[in-house]
């Protein structure tokens, strides 16, 4: 069955402070993995979309790893700020089947000052 | 200049009663999708249309039919709503199913 497994569920850290979300999936066959962040009250907002060869993505603060034998990726978030207080989405994409896109539950991240 | 928009922004409504949503998109994408987040804020992707055709159709009650105009628009009635309707509606496009997706500001649907 294809599952997108997201941890911590909720993570709060002090503003200024890194840390890392992770994201493992049974997606397959795999196309591609995408990173979303979601401002309470808003649509998700796409940070990264990696495909199979890509091993590592950055924008900005945020950087995602991909490794696709062991099917887990990563979000890195570098000296956090308040605004990066938001839910963190992973969301797997299938080449095939009738649900090419699995969703993780996401991890809610608080920053605090 | 508004990449996708969805309205109404906040809808309450009893049960029984039929309420539609609607959703637009400027960025000229070919897939459009619909979405239901419910309270525990999980994503769940309801449909999906590409170029006015149905390619997507989760396990979603047929009392949700979503109908699509033209590739710009992708509408989302409701028939006979239920308590369990009550979620916030995410609107989305793309170019194509495995782009990165545009979603729109949400629809909070509440069913008293």
């Known amino acids: 069955k294809n599952q997108v497994e997201q941890s911590p569920q909720s993570l709060i850290i002090l503003e200024g402070k890194n840390c890392t979300l992770q994201?493992?999936?049974?997606?397959?066959?795999?196309?591609?993995l995408r990173w979303y962040k979601q401002d309470t009250g808003r649509g998700p907002v796409s940070l990264t979309i990696?495909?199979?060869?890509?091993n590592t993505k950055s924008n900005g603060r945020y950087t995602a790893t991909l490794d696709a034998d062991t099917k887990q990726s990563s979000l890195h978030i570098t000296a956090s700020q308040l605004s990066d207080s938001a839910s963190y989405i992973c969301?797997?994409?299938?080449?095939?089947?009738?649900?090419?896109?699995?969703f993780g539950k996401g991890t809610r991240l608080s920053v605090i000052a | 200049d508004t990449a996708v928009s969805q309205t109404p922004k906040y809808l309450v409504t009893q049960m029984g009663n039929d309420k539609s949503i609607k959703c637009e998109q400027n960025l000229g994408h070919d897939t459009m999708y619909w979405y239901k987040q419910d309270s525990k804020k999980f994503l769940k992707i309801m449909f999906s249309?590409?170029?006015?055709?149905?390619?997507i159709n989760e396990t979603v009650p047929n009392r949700f039919s979503p109908k699509s105009p033209d590739k710009a628009h992708l509408n989302l009635h409701i028939n006979s709503l239920e308590l369990g309707d009550s979620a916030v509606y995410f609107c989305?496009?793309?170019?194509?199913?495995?782009?990165?997706?545009?979603f729109g500001p949400g629809t909070r649907l509440t069913v008293t």
């Open positions: 249309y590409n170029n006015k055709e149905l390619i």
């Open positions: 989305a496009s793309s170019y194509g199913t495995f782009d990165e997706q545009y």
């Open positions: 969301v797997v994409s299938a080449l095939s089947g009738n649900t090419p896109l699995v």
């Open positions: 994201c493992n999936y049974t997606v397959s066959p795999f196309s591609n």
């Open positions: 990696m495909t199979f060869s890509e």
